[in-house]
């Protein structure tokens, strides 16, 4: 079977991570049971009702999964960032490698700034690939300019958005959600094109109830502060994730948190792109502040590493400023801060604190367990779980991931998956990621034919 969701699963004796408002608690010894998709009790000595699985966690971390609040998921071939020359085949199998990679770092819910709209199929390919991974995701659907054509010049297509771009956008929403409630349909706009245009997508996308809006915001690139172009337009809400904000205003910053918006900081992504410093431990937005992957295509996709630069690149500015002042360098920022960026904070960026983000009876069953006994872990966990988490944990120390009560990867190796046939489609046709392997480098060789020709240099923004 692709994946395992007994009617009971219980995990026991582990360190079961739980939070107590913004303190993440370590209970050693401590089981947890889950019921389908929920988590029903944690506690000691738990019974396992009949037919159900019990997995011993001795010498385990029991975690809340991931948040991952700003990705882009189908970039995985060929680590290409331009989705030109990708036929909607090779989304499909670029998507579901980049839902897989997620997951197997410990990722159970990703926002993905789905850029790779090129036409309705593209789009319908991503969402059926989603579906088939077993993440939990909103699918952030993108008006994007597309290319018209690309040799030594780039030529854009004149007309922005597509003519079909809206319908699309009807269809999708009436349909939401698709897989077993997993993926929901968000809106992701780029003010960096036709402000104009997208500020009316913006207007339509809420009026349509849109559940989540997203938008890239990298001041010191951005002639004009999309805080404050959505605010002189009364769009500013919650439900809004801002991707980046590096050298981010007061006025912006204190907008934000007035309006319950959230910050995706992304520092590794940042740091290599020349953003700027990341905003992720801010002073003034620090409540409202997230991480996220960005772009596998050029670095790493995991959250631990993401939690690891947040925590220690903020350190480092703090004991500069300390060091010019003649005081020593101290620790002020902690791991458990940055353990919250990647949970806890996540889950509120998506306003689902209620079902996910955490573990506590009653809330989703996604759920992440390390084995402690690694040669990165071992002795670390003995000393603080949280902090051996964010300052030694890798990816190959996740030995499970359970997604919506679904076990995705277990004994640290991907469990199969079933490719829908259709986005709705109750079964579909198991894969196991050797296959995954072998289509994704299939199609990254159709892509490199595509591309001959082409001037990467030509390829720039509107």
Not at 192 to 220: C, F, Q
Not at 358 to 382: H, N, Q
Request: hydrophobic share 40%.
């Amino acid at each position: 079977m692709p994946a395992s969701r007994p009617g009971h699963m219980l995990l026991r004796n582990g360190t079961v991570l739980v939070h107590d408002g913004t303190h993440a608690k370590p209970l050693p010894g401590h089981d947890l049971l889950i019921e389908g998709n929920t988590i029903v009790k944690i506690g000691q000595g738990l019974n396992l009702p009949a037919g159900g699985r019990e997995v011993d966690c001795t010498r385990k971390i029991i975690s809340p999964g991931f948040v991952d609040t700003h990705h882009h998921v189908w970039q995985t071939q060929a680590r290409n960032m331009q989705p030109f020359n990708y036929k909607p085949e090779d989304v499909f199998w670029g998507q579901l490698a980049g839902c897989l990679q997620s997951i197997d770092a410990g990722v159970t819910t990703v926002v993905d700034h789905a850029h790779m709209s090129y036409s309705p199929e593209h789009v319908d390919e991503a969402i059926r690939s989603s579906a088939s991974s077993g993440i939990r995701t909103f699918f952030c659907y993108t008006a994007i300019p597309l290319i018209k054509s690309w040799s030594s010049t780039l030529e854009y297509e004149e007309e922005f958005p597509p003519s079909w771009w809206l319908a699309t956008l009807e269809r999708l929403l009436k349909t939401e959600p698709f897989g077993d409630g997993r993926v929901n349909i968000g809106v992701a706009l780029d003010f960096i094109y036709h402000s104009d245009i997208v500020l009316g997508l913006w207007t339509k996308a809420k009026e349509m109830n849109v559940k989540l809006l997203t938008s890239h915001y990298v001041p010191r690139f951005d002639a004009t502060s999309t805080v404050e172009l959505l605010s002189e337009h009364n769009l500013l809400s919650p439900g809004i994730i801002l991707s980046h904000t590096n050298d981010l205003s007061n006025a912006d910053a204190h907008s934000l948190v007035k309006n319950d918006i959230f910050v995706s900081a992304t520092p590794e992504t940042e740091l290599q792109m020349g953003h700027g410093h990341p905003v992720a431990f801010h002073p003034t937005i620090k409540s409202h502040t997230s991480l996220g992957i960005d772009c596998h295509s050029n670095n790493s996709a995991d959250m631990l590493t993401q939690m690891r630069l947040a925590l220690q690149h903020a350190r480092a500015a703090h004991n500069q400023a300390t060091l010019r002042a003649g005081e020593p360098p101290r620790v002020d920022i902690t791991v458990e801060e940055a353990f919250n960026l990647g949970t806890i904070q996540g889950a509120r960026a998506v306003k689902m604190e209620d079902q996910i983000g955490s573990l506590a009876e009653g809330k989703r069953a996604d759920v992440v367990v390390f084995d402690v006994t690694s040669p990165g872990m071992v002795c670390a966990a003995e000393e603080n779980p949280v902090g051996a988490i964010v300052l030694h944990a890798g990816v190959r120390d996740i030995e499970m991931v359970i997604v919506d009560g679904q076990v995705r990867k277990d004994g640290g190796r991907l469990r199969p998956v079933e490719i829908l046939e259709k986005v709705d489609a109750e079964r579909g046709v198991e894969v196991v990621w050797d296959e995954v392997a072998k289509q994704l480098l299939d199609s990254r060789e159709r892509i490199i034919q595509r591309g001959q020709g082409q001037d990467v240099g030509a390829a720039k923004l509107w």
